[in-house]
């Protein structure tokens, strides 16, 4: 979790120490301005991964108490508000640090590698393994992206020269 939040925090432009910094303050200015970094972050962080899951547009909101931070989502669609990220689907977790992983990790040092995934996406729906399928084909731009599956979603019949079947 703790390595997961620092990448979040990193794709998202944020300085952990300086978030820290601000956190000790008394000075109300330094407080407000450490707000709208959290809110400007939030905001670069959605508008990055806006449309990659297609079943509910979400929005990203970063907020604190003390030196406590959280990350909230909010689907559009549910009209439920801001919700933990913990609070949300398996499926959506999953999806939501996957498709960011793999955002971070490949700040140009993934470039022409081979990426090997064995079972991906095994807790989305029939919608969410149809976005890991869109995504998969975004990070295969640069890359070879070789997965296994059961899940028919994420077989593009489409695309039939893509698929190999293993038999042993």
């Given at each position: ?25 008394k000075?109300?200015n ?11 972050a ?37 009209k ?26 490949s ?13 991906p996406?095994?807790h989305?729906?029939?919608?969410g ?9 975004a ?22 020269a893509?698929?190999?079947?293993i038999?042993?």
């Amino acid at each position: 979790e703790d390595e997961t939040f620092l990448m979040i925090l990193k794709l998202a432009g944020l300085d952990l120490g300086q978030l820290i910094e601000q956190g000790k303050s008394k000075d109300e200015n330094v407080l407000h301005d450490r707000q709208l970094d959290l809110q400007d972050a939030a905001t670069t962080l959605t508008n990055n991964v806006a449309g990659r899951w297609g079943q509910n547009t979400y929005r990203v909101q970063f907020r604190t108490d003390g030196q406590t931070f959280f990350t909230d989502i909010e689907e559009e669609a549910k009209k439920i508000g801001m919700i933990p990220l913990e609070e949300h689907s398996k499926g959506f977790q999953w999806f939501f640090s996957f498709d960011l992983h793999f955002m971070h990790d490949s700040d140009g040092t993934f470039e022409g590698c081979v990426l090997l995934l064995d079972e991906p996406g095994l807790h989305l729906h029939p919608g969410g393994q149809e976005d890991l399928l869109k995504r998969l084909d975004a990070y295969s731009e640069k890359n070879t992206t070789i997965y296994s599956t059961h899940l028919p979603f994420l077989v593009d019949l489409r695309e039939p020269a893509r698929i190999k079947v293993i038999n042993h």
